[in-house]
């Protein structure tokens, strides 16, 4: 017998995934909210050699050796707080209602953790990357791009209250502004002065790489284990 309810599956789903945006848009408006009233506003401060909690716990120093994971729920930028904010509930919202809050909450840390890693990787391959030694990025952008990259392969992850609009429309445009942000305005845009010390959000290529590989090998369809299954059996018969 069978106790399984469609019904109150996809309540407790939508009730999961309406829990994980607004987890995610409460970190982003807190954490700006932080950095506004930290050290971390005045750009000068970074320099300093004492202990800060904010620049020693929550972002990652392009001078650093490792990646720091927890960097990825750490914002700076009131703009980047509002597009984070619409991304957690029309691309992330609808992914986790798919996917679930465990797999959603996976791809996000997992990609906030590569998109550091990019960073530092990307400093030590370029060294106009930054202007200073002392300059440091988060990468919340980068988890929001790793969920946003997820979108783009789900067809049926819906933005909520539209009708039927998928929200990968919303993927692509966010995606692009990541590589703006990033790639174009600070090259071709942006007057950068080697005097001040940047605070960036950067490195959404990690996020991106994180999610195809994530995608890759947890989440393949019902089909491709099937086949893959049919595959190892006809090879043991032979």
């Known amino acids: 017998m069978s106790f399984y309810n469609a019904q109150v599956a996809r309540h407790y789903a939508d009730v999961m995934a309406s829990l994980t945006a607004m987890v995610l ?7 700006l ?6 050290y ?4 000068a401060l970074l320099r300093s050699k004492k202990p800060m909690v904010m620049r ?10 490792f990646p720091n994971p927890l960097s990825c729920v750490y914002v700076t930028s009131p703009l ?21 809050w465990r797999h959603t909450i996976a791809v996000y840390i997992g990609a906030g953790f590569f998109s550091s890693f990019a960073y ?16 440091c990025a988060c990468t919340s952008n980068g988890a929001f791009a790793g969920v946003a990259t997820l979108s783009l ?9 539209s009708k039927g609009l998928a929200s990968y429309y919303f993927a692509i445009p966010y995606l692009l502004k990541c590589t703006y942000d990033e790639y174009i305005g600070p090259k071709f845009v942006e007057h950068r002065s080697k005097d001040t010390i940047e605070l960036r959000n950067w490195g959404f290529v990690g996020g991106v790489f994180f999610t195809l590989v994530y995608s890759t090998l947890l ?8 086949m893959a299954r049919k595959f190892y059996q006809n090879i043991n018969h032979k």
Do not use: W
Not at 40 to 43: L, Q, W
């Open 33 to 38: 909210l932080y950095h506004h009233n930290s």
């Open 153 to 161: 392969f789900m067809k049926n992850a819906i933005v909520p209250f």
């Open 40 to 43: 971390a506003n005045s750009p």
């Open 120 to 135: 530092l990787f990307s400093v030590q391959m370029n060294k106009n990357k930054t202007v200073s030694e002392y300059d």
């Open 25 to 31: 848009a409460s970190d982003q408006l807190c954490f």
């Open 80 to 100: 980047d707080t509002v597009v984070n904010c619409v991304a957690a509930f029309t691309i992330v919202k609808p992914v986790t209602f798919l996917l679930g």
């Open 56 to 65: 020693d716990f929550f972002l990652t120093r392009s001078n650093s050796f």
């Open 219 to 226: 989440l393949r369809s019902r089909t491709d284990f099937r």
